[in-house]
């Protein structure tokens, strides 16, 4: 239904900053919560960060907050992530995602991009 569209992805050093943005469309943006996701090798995808479908709410992965920050603009069918303070072990591929109702941390999404690629360089 929705199609997701991420990019930012790319190599910085440790302590840098990167923003990810995932472009929708197709179907209503604002009736989606909204999650991002990453995978690194060997090991199964993993919540990062959600945004309920007002922005009103959001949640993190205890592993990135204080330096993550999700956000949306329904205006422009975006989500956001904004990750500071990168370390090596943020390396991995990251993925937007899509959900047709509430916020969840767990992988019960509907939608979800091909992903980024981030990589930290200690």
């Known amino acids: 239904q929705v199609q997701l569209v991420e990019s930012g992805g790319g190599l910085v050093q440790a302590g840098g900053s990167l923003r990810l943005s995932c472009a929708a469309s197709g179907g209503t943006f604002s009736s989606y919560s909204m999650g991002w996701f990453r995978q690194t090798p060997g090991l199964e995808r993993e919540f990062v960060a959600t945004?309920?479908?007002?922005?009103?709410?959001?949640y993190y992965a205890d592993s990135v907050k204080g330096r993550f920050t999700i956000s949306r603009d329904n205006a422009k069918n975006t989500v956001y992530l904004q990750m500071n303070s990168l370390k090596p072990e943020d390396t991995a591929v990251y993925y937007c995602?899509?959900?047709?109702?509430?916020?969840?941390?767990?992988?019960?999404?509907?939608?979800w991009g091909q992903g980024t690629q981030v990589t930290v360089s200690s």
């Open positions: 945004v309920s479908r007002n922005g009103g709410a959001k």
């Open positions: 995602a899509a959900r047709a109702g509430a916020t969840r941390t767990t992988l019960e999404y509907d939608n």
